[in-house]
């Protein structure tokens, strides 16, 4: 595990040059990669004019590309096959770029019944797959986030069951914030189903729902033990710092987040 990257997100970059500001920074820093997150809710562009040139001549690489807010098990067929489009075309941009981790959601079928969304999203996952496995590209998920069906242990569990293919992308707070579950028995339990994992940290405190997400390092969770529970599988992906919340998700914020979050992730990594 030596890899480290963070988030941009492709909303706020309107070419080349803006995402080459944070290819810079990441090489500055002596990060190794940058995530690109594409919201669908802001619209998509897949413009490889926009993407590639910003990492000509620089040793950072593109460590994943994220695609959200796609509900990939529609029950309507035209929405579904609309979905499709756009992710071949999500696919083909990720390996045109050299990148080989590619996630987004599992989406949802019936929020009713989780064994239809199971049968639903096993089909479209194999179908995605395969065509990611001919271009080099491991896939992953998110788990609990809107427009997923995902959103407890119990599902995970049977989903694991009947996908075995299926990988994870983690986020602890979201497995708190979306599922309701405790990060670390997520983990204890299927560490080794993780393919990628993101990095941002919460404070809770009082039983009225205060809550912040300061820097990596200054909340409540114990990375010492994240990341020792993936030493303990050997995951060998990246550890993706996301700026996060109402303070660091500001573009003018963000940098600061990367840089002292770097300082405390690195002393659990070998780089």
Request: charged share 30%; net charge negative; with cysteine.
């Amino acid at each position: 595990m030596k890899k480290l990257g963070f988030i941009v997100e492709m909303k706020d970059c309107k070419d080349a040059a803006d995402l080459r500001r944070w290819v810079d920074l990441a090489q500055q820093q002596g990060i190794d990669g940058v995530e690109l997150l594409f919201n669908s809710k802001c619209g998509v562009d897949f413009t490889l004019d926009k993407i590639k040139p910003a990492f000509e001549n620089t040793p950072v690489e593109p460590a994943a590309c994220g695609l959200w807010w796609l509900n990939t098990i529609s029950p309507d067929p035209d929405e579904r096959a609309a979905v499709r489009r756009t992710m071949l075309e999500f696919l083909d941009m990720a390996e045109a770029i050299g990148c080989r981790m590619a996630f987004f959601n599992t989406g949802e079928y019936d929020p009713e019944d989780p064994d239809k969304n199971i049968a639903e999203f096993k089909k479209e996952y194999l179908y995605y797959k395969d065509i990611a496995d001919k271009k080099g590209i491991k896939l992953a998920c998110y788990l609990g986030h809107g427009g997923n069906f995902v959103h407890s242990r119990e599902i995970l569990d049977k989903l694991l069951k009947e996908v075995p293919e299926f990988n994870i992308k983690l986020d602890p707070v979201g497995i708190m914030r979306n599922m309701k579950d405790d990060p670390y028995e997520i983990m204890k339990r299927y560490a080794n189903r993780i393919a990628h994992f993101h990095a941002k940290d919460i404070f809770r405190y009082g039983d009225d729902g205060w809550e912040i997400e300061p820097i990596v390092g200054m909340g409540q969770l114990k990375w010492n033990v994240m990341l020792g529970m993936l030493w303990n599988v050997g995951y060998d992906g990246y550890i993706i710092i996301e700026p996060h919340g109402d303070v660091w998700a500001e573009p003018e914020n963000r940098w600061k987040h990367i840089v002292l979050a770097k300082r405390h992730l690195e002393q659990y990594m070998i780089r």
